[in-house]
């Protein structure tokens, strides 16, 4: 195991940040390219880490040794010290069972950043604002694209009217694209099951892959029909931008396979994939199949009120491979807390960017439309990579 100095003071970039930037997770799909984007801004400074040592020193040979590691399990406190020993900064990319980490960290005066979609998780770790302020560390929650930009779209659809009542969310996914272990399974845990959502103020119980709505998504002529997904951002934004209605649904590039999962799961099929056999069979299976594109779309349609008239907006990012536009975004994220003056708290990505902000900072690869019915009002667009354009 390397143990690479501490670091303090200005980074290359002439920001300012203390300590090593731990990315757990940092050899998978998105973790790496939060380390590759990250190297560049905070050179000396990355350090990746995961439970498998020979995988993480192979990563830091990719890196030509400019990124350092360290073994650690997310789910055995007692790998925890030594890993963050010297660390300033920890970016959690894996899933975790509990807030016990993100605690751990806080507590010791280190900033977190994460990127679970998984709204339980997420809340626990917003408890820990409290202990943020005492340590003075901060705690980003929400990054990525769904949620992260989804979130801030939201944001930018509140600031555009003057009254924002509902959105309706879509996030489509490449089936083409090589998804990483961990977001794979996150998906099939989320195929089945229920959670709560909020229709007319009441809340009541939605179930995974039902509740259809056809959209016609940003760059696109024909509809597509997406489905109710467990997403966090739809649960958040509720509370932090104070949105009546919120729901977000998932579907794939592929329109067919998108009807397949939904009829599987009207008819029962998917409750198969809770046996264990059976969830392995699919983890392994959608590991490797690939029968579509590696671009995603992320999209609000919002409802309100603009001067005193019903008015919607819709709001749109597009790009290609879903899993690296995480890590690139995440990255960014990690930049401005490192760089900007932030106050001590917890919390999540719409209370600390808005997607102006992340515009500056962004570059290659993610189109952004945002539109009012009849007249585009705004048309961003960059090429492939992930580089958010926006104009003014
Ligand atoms: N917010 C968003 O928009 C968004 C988008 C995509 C993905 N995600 C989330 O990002 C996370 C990573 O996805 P991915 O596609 O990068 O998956 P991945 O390629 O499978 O990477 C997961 C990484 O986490 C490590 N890991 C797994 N369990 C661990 C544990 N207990 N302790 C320490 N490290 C552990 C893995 O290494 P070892 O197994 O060797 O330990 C691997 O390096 C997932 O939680 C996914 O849901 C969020």
Redesign the pocket.
């Known amino acids: 195991m390397t143990t690479p100095p501490r670091n303090r003071g200005n980074s290359s970039g002439g920001g300012t940040h203390d300590g090593q930037i731990l990315i757990?997770?940092?050899?998978?799909?998105?973790?790496r390219a939060v380390a590759e984007t990250l190297t560049s801004s905070f050179p000396g400074s990355v350090v990746v880490?995961?439970?498998?040592a020979h995988?993480a020193q192979a990563c830091s040979r990719d890196f030509r040794g400019k990124v350092a590691w360290r073994t650690?399990?997310?789910?055995r406190s007692a790998s925890w010290p030594a890993a963050l020993d010297g660390v300033g900064t920890v970016v959690v990319?894996?899933?975790?069972p509990d807030a016990r980490f993100a605690a751990a960290c806080l507590g010791r005066g280190c900033n977190y950043v994460d990127?679970?979609?998984s709204h339980v998780l997420l809340s626990q770790i917003e408890a820990l604002d409290p202990l943020a302020r005492r340590s003075g560390a901060t705690g980003v929650l929400s990054?990525?694209?769904?949620?992260?930009l989804t979130n801030l779209l939201v944001k930018h659809a509140k600031k555009s009217l003057d009254r924002l009542d509902k959105v309706d969310i879509t996030v489509m996914l490449g089936l083409g694209e090589a998804?990483?272990?961990?977001?794979v399974a996150?998906t099939l845990k989320n195929l089945v099951g229920e959670f709560e959502t909020v229709v007319n103020g009441r809340t009541r119980s939605v179930r995974s892959l039902s509740d259809p709505r056809r959209v016609t998504l940003a760059g696109e002529t024909r509809g597509r029909t997406a489905y109710r997904f467990n997403f966090s951002d739809q649960h958040t934004v509720r509370r932090t931008l104070g949105v009546r209605e919120a729901a977000t649904r998932l579907c794939f590039d592929s329109r067919l396979s998108t009807w397949l999962l939904a009829a599987s799961a009207r008819t029962g099929v998917l409750n198969l994939a809770r046996l264990p056999l059976a969830e392995q069979a699919l983890r392994a299976t959608s590991a490797r199949l690939r029968w579509g594109t590696d671009t995603f779309v992320v999209q609000v349609d919002a409802e309100g009120e603009l001067r005193g008239e019903a008015c919607s907006l819709t709001c749109a990012v597009s790009g290609h491979r879903?899993?690296e536009a995480?890590g690139r975004i995440t990255a960014l994220v990690v930049r401005h807390l490192l760089k900007a003056s932030v106050t001590p708290s917890v919390s999540h990505i719409e209370h600390f960017l808005d997607l102006a902000s992340l515009s500056r900072v962004c570059k290659n690869g993610v189109t952004a439309l945002c539109s009012f019915p009849g007249s585009l009002v705004n048309f961003y667009s960059v090429d492939r990579s992930f580089q958010l354009l926006l104009a003014a």
């Open positions: 757990v997770g940092g050899y998978g799909h998105v973790g880490a995961g439970r498998d995988k650690l399990d997310l789910t990319c894996a899933e975790q990127v679970s979609a990054v990525g694209l769904a949620p992260g998804h990483g272990a961990a977001a996150w879903e899993g995480t």
